[in-house]
């Protein structure tokens, strides 16, 4: 049930490798499955932070039962990851995290709670 969304005005050249390692932080950094783990990529997205249009990254990073010590843990390896494939300042991102209850995370017909 995690989900990581990103948000960029960088072109990305290798979607598959940076969504599969988005979708392997999120696991081990929630300590979900895998299988259950959903990440979402825009690139070349019209962009502005602090009214420029460098460099710049939103992401949003939601999951049941998300802890205060894991959103900590996954903006570092969030932002580590960003930085070192798309060379952008880990100053020029934002991050949202969200806890959602389980029973208002939909599935397979039903939800988790």
Not at 59 to 88: D, Y
């Amino acid at each position: 049930m995690p989900y990581i969304k990103l948000s960029t005005n960088v072109p990305i050249a290798d979607k598959p490798k940076l969504l599969r390692q988005l979708s392997q932080i999120a696991a081990k950094e929630t300590s979900k499955p895998e299988s259950y783990v959903m990440v979402e990529l825009s690139d070349s997205v019209s962009m502005l932070f602090g009214g420029k249009d460098s460099p710049l990254a939103y992401l949003e990073c939601k999951s049941i039962g998300l802890t205060e010590k894991q959103a900590k843990v996954l903006s570092a390896s969030l932002c580590t990851l960003i930085h070192e494939e798309l060379q952008i300042s880990t100053d020029r991102m934002y991050i949202e995290f969200s806890n959602a209850p389980a029973a208002f995370w939909g599935y397979n017909g039903s939800t988790f709670g």
